[in-house]
């Protein structure tokens, strides 16, 4: 539903962000205005869960174990009314969880973008029609509605990143370093080694719990797009099994190198040179990698979009994606890095995934290739992001300038 909104979600989720506000989308209907219900989405169940406000799972149906919670209904920049939102589950069908806010037709249109805020007792809600306030002057600190609703919301850094960061700019103040490890991995080798990490084979969070991803800036320019995880398809579920049938049926022969292989970004907005993108399919909650021939449309493999929320979740639970500028070679031997900033990043919004796959703002990169034996090698199925858009994936972002 949230592609009916009558605004750009995306600028709404990147201004909420921007405030560290934890928050579910809303978008009513015709049909729900004007028989006043609406259904509770996945994104909204899974965030008043998390919040401890109300969990559907646990609800019964039926009108006597309705839930009424009081809701602070901000339509402006500078006005907001008290009003009360019922949640409950119908005695009819299966008893999908619904939602709905008294008054609401009031205040709000068909296709406004409503964005849901769970009060920090834990009892009430607030929400703001981001298609009637303007919110860059709503979610401004000295705004009288921002410090009296909204400011106590707002996610803190935790005293492990406090920490981090101090030795963080310890290090900046060094200057340029020169690598400690030729090639690609350097930069980040590097840094580790100057935190006091022991490089491993460990897939566990980096520093006390706190992944660290480091990246190159030549110029204050970065071109590359962030690895956010990598995740297989289900191949189960999917047409293709496995890597070496994916390759061969989709791979290209590179003449220099003398093998199959298969470098291919996806998108879901456009299919790419090779007549390959994705697809996804909400009601049955997968995301396709597709193929199109002559008009016709194949469905090479398939993930499943929670195991994707999950995978994401699970790898950047705390995040410092650090910046450097670097001199010389990159990968060489008397490469430098200044290390100059740092994004960092908690409280990953699993449920934005897909929003985000189907804006193009997130890709997913094939990294295929066939061994002298002749069985497939992948360096894994990267779903990536350029470094502008963190923002959006994540409840709480700030960004530090360690030279500052």
């Known amino acids: 539903m949230l592609k009916l909104a009558n605004v750009d979600i995306l600028e709404a989720v990147a201004s909420l962000k921007k405030s560290d506000l934890t928050f579910s989308f809303l978008v009513p209907t015709e049909t729900g205005l004007e028989k006043s219900i609406m259904d509770a989405t996945l994104q909204i169940k899974e965030h008043f869960i998390k919040a401890g406000l109300h969990n559907f799972y646990e609800q019964s149906q039926g009108a006597s174990d309705k839930v009424l919670i009081n809701t602070s209904l901000i339509t402006t920049d500078s006005s907001h009314t008290q009003t009360t939102t019922s949640l409950y589950r119908p005695l009819t069908k299966d008893g999908d969880p619904r939602i709905w806010i008294y008054d609401l037709k009031q205040h709000a249109k068909a296709g406004d973008l409503l964005a849901l805020l769970v009060g920090k007792d834990r009892k009430e809600l607030i929400i703001i029609n981001c298609s009637t306030c303007k919110l860059p002057n709503l979610l401004n600190s000295n705004n009288k509605i921002f410090q009296e609703l909204l400011a106590p919301l707002t996610i803190k850094a935790s005293e492990v990143a406090t920490e981090l960061l101090q030795k963080m700019r310890a290090i900046a103040a060094q200057g340029p370093i020169i690598t400690k490890r030729p090639g690609d991995t350097g930069v980040g080798f590097t840094l580790e080694e100057l935190l006091g990490i022991r490089a491993n084979s460990s897939k566990a969070p ?3 719990g706190i992944e660290i991803k480091s990246s190159r800036v030549r110029n204050n320019k970065s071109s590359n797009r962030y690895t956010l995880f990598s995740k297989v398809p289900n191949w189960e579920i999917s047409r293709l099994k496995g890597s070496a049938g994916l390759l061969q049926a989709r791979g290209h022969f590179d003449t220099k190198k003398q093998r199959l292989q298969l470098f291919h970004q996806l998108n879901a907005g456009k299919l790419n040179s090779y007549q390959m993108g994705l697809r996804l399919e909400s009601n049955t909650g997968l995301l396709h990698q597709i193929y199109t021939e002559n008009g016709n449309e194949h469905i090479d493999v398939s993930w499943e979009i929670p195991v994707l929320e999950d995978a994401l979740a699970q790898k950047h639970k705390e995040t410092f994606w650090v910046s450097a500028e670097t001199k010389g070679v990159n990968g060489s031997s008397d490469e ?65 300038d360690l030279t500052g």
């Open 206 to 208: 980096d520093y006390k």
């Open 336 to 400: 430098e890095f200044s290390y100059k900033t740092v994004r960092h990043t908690s409280e990953v919004d699993k449920s934005i995934l897909s929003t985000l796959i189907e804006r193009d703002v997130i890709s997913v990169d094939y990294t295929i290739t066939e061994t002298i034996s002749g069985a497939a090698k992948d360096q894994g199925y990267l779903f990536k992001i350029h470094p502008n858009n963190l923002d959006l994936i994540f409840q709480f972002s700030k960004k530090y």
